[in-house]
């Protein structure tokens, strides 16, 4: 069974930090590229950032410099390190991998920043 479980979300003061986790089981998961999106209250959801199964990392412009993601293979959990968090970043947060052949989302995680 394939699954994907975030978790590390929480409410967070702004400036604060938070480190989001995605632990997958159930498909090979050093195959896949691994994203990360989120969803703010009442908007679309939306792509963060990436990880290429090459190691190369792209990030959405506003979350450049603050957010990191990364990958360790042998726990086949994909992680999303936020720093200098701010009240816009408030959003149920979903991880998402994808290969040529198959693609699975997340249940998601909610980040709150508010003081």
């Known amino acids: 069974q394939v699954l994907l479980l975030e978790s590390g979300g929480g409410l967070v003061r702004p400036g604060g930090s938070l480190r989001l986790s995605c632990a997958a089981s159930g498909f090979t998961f050093h195959m896949f590229n691994t994203y990360w999106y989120r969803q703010p209250p009442g908007k679309a959801r939306e792509w963060v950032a990436q990880?290429?199964?090459?190691?190369?990392?792209d990030y959405v412009d506003f979350v450049k410099g603050r957010f990191t993601i990364s990958t360790d293979n042998t726990k086949k959990t994909v992680y999303l390190q936020m720093n200098s968090l701010k009240p816009g970043d408030t959003a149920m947060y979903y991880c998402?991998?994808?290969?040529?052949?198959?693609?699975?989302w997340g249940r998601g995680t909610q980040v709150t920043v508010s003081s």
């Open positions: 998402y991998v994808r290969n040529s052949f198959n693609s699975y």
């Open positions: 990880l290429r199964a090459s190691g190369n990392a």
